[in-house]
């Protein structure tokens, strides 16, 4: 089964989470031949309703005290910039796309993505 997980940490990411939540991202990613998605979406107020069918899960929860497993069965890694979250995904080797969350006050997530692209572990 083809994996792939989105975390947003502590703080809320609601326009990740409507984004890869929204019907058509979801008809891209399994026509990308995933047939699962994980949602981690900590404080947000969008909460999409999980699901499965034949060809497609969706799984969402707040928190779980680790990531490991879920960072661990995932094919992508799909992340807002956190450092947490960033190291963990590419420690495990794992294809991860970041995304920034500009709505947050001193944005160290722009920083801590410059420095892993400076350090040739994202690519921008």
């Not at 497609?56 to 807002?80: C, M, P």
């Not at 420690?91 to 944005?107: A, D, Q, S, W, Y």
């Amino acid at each position: 089964m083809k994996c792939v997980f989105v975390t947003v940490g502590t703080t809320s990411f609601d326009d990740l989470i409507a984004c890869v939540s929204a019907p058509d991202s979801l008809q891209k990613i399994e026509s990308l031949g995933y047939n699962r998605l994980i949602l981690q979406i900590g404080r947000g107020t969008v909460v999409p309703e999980p699901f499965s069918t034949e060809s497609f899960t969706l799984d969402v929860y707040r928190y779980k005290d680790s990531l490991k497993e879920d960072i661990g069965k995932a094919d992508l890694v799909i992340s807002h910039a956190g450092a947490g979250s960033c190291l963990e995904a590419l420690e495990k080797g794992k294809p991860l796309v970041v995304v920034i969350n500009e709505k947050l006050m001193n944005n160290h997530q722009l920083e801590l993505a410059k420095q892993l692209h400076k350090e040739s572990s994202l690519r921008h």
